[in-house]
T-cell receptor
Framework: GESVGLHLPTLSVQEGDNSIINCAYS??????FIWYKQESGKGPQFIID?????DKRQGQRVTVLLNKTVKHLSLQIAATQPGDSAVYFC??????????FGSGTKLNVKP | GAGVSQSPSNKVTEKGKDVELRCDPI?????LYWYRQSLGQGLEFLIY????????KSGLPSDRFSAERTGGSVSTLTIQRTQQEDSAVYLC????????????FGPGTRLTVL
């Protein structure tokens, strides 16, 4: 199967700081990427997506960066809040069919 | 509007029994996915339905697992002769089409096999 992995399994940040969560993917043919947030006991929730023809996309307090040269994806969260504490997954998609998920990074926001 | 719903939310069963897990996707969504998530792990793809096409079953771990989608809407994931290693959260997601649309996930069914 495909390989989507995360560099840091756990990330602790101070409230108000910016967070950066990284993800490496293995298939250069992947053309669509999504970041999900999963809170305890809930299903993953869409945060932001990006297509392979872009290298940056911004949402509200979140930015996704895509570096196809090194097959790397990152999620930046500005002014991290306690409500951002969750597990974050990246997912890659090929030909808009199946999604392959990484193992997740747990973000702890310290007050 | 209503999101993806799954039932039951929790299921405890004995080893060797069969279980059925249900997913009600968002109305009008043509694509439906099943995933398995073990504790502290990522999502493992199981099966994918897209419209009237033959489902992609490449992620099913064994022939004890099967799924069907009736009328292009509700889906049922069946696990026969459950084993303890089947214990996990089973997540369903639906998607408007096969294009660049995101998946919307249900809350999952937590399966515990004793």
């Amino acid at each position: 199967g495909e390989s989507v992995g995360l560099h840091l399994p756990t990330l602790s940040v101070q409230e108000g700081d910016n967070s950066i969560i990284n993800c490496a993917y293995s298939n250069s043919a992947s053309d669509y990427f999504i970041w999900y947030k999963q809170e305890s006991g809930k299903g993953p929730q869409f945060i932001i997506d990006i297509r392979s023809n872009m290298d940056k996309r911004q949402g509200q307090r979140v930015t996704v960066l895509l570096n196809k040269t090194v097959k790397h994806l990152s999620l930046q969260i500005a002014a991290t809040q306690p409500g951002d504490s969750a597990v974050y997954f990246c997912a890659e998609n090929i030909n808009f069919n199946k999604f392959y998920f990484g193992s997740g990074t747990k973000l702890n926001v310290k007050p | 509007g209503a999101g993806v719903s799954q039932s039951p939310s929790n299921k405890v069963t004995e080893k060797g029994k069969d279980v059925e897990l249900r997913c009600d996707p968002i109305s009008g969504h043509t694509a439906l996915y099943w995933y398995r998530q073990s504790l502290g792990q990522g999502l493992e793809f199981l099966i994918y339905f897209q419209g009237n096409s033959a489902p992609d079953k490449s992620g099913l771990p064994s022939d004890r697992f099967s799924a069907e989608r009736t009328g292009g809407s509700v889906s049922t994931l069946t696990i026969q002769r459950t084993q303890q290693e089947d214990s996990a959260v089973y997540l369903c997601a639906s998607r408007l089409s096969g294009g660049a649309d995101t998946q919307y996930f249900g809350p999952g069914t937590r399966l515990t096999v004793l």
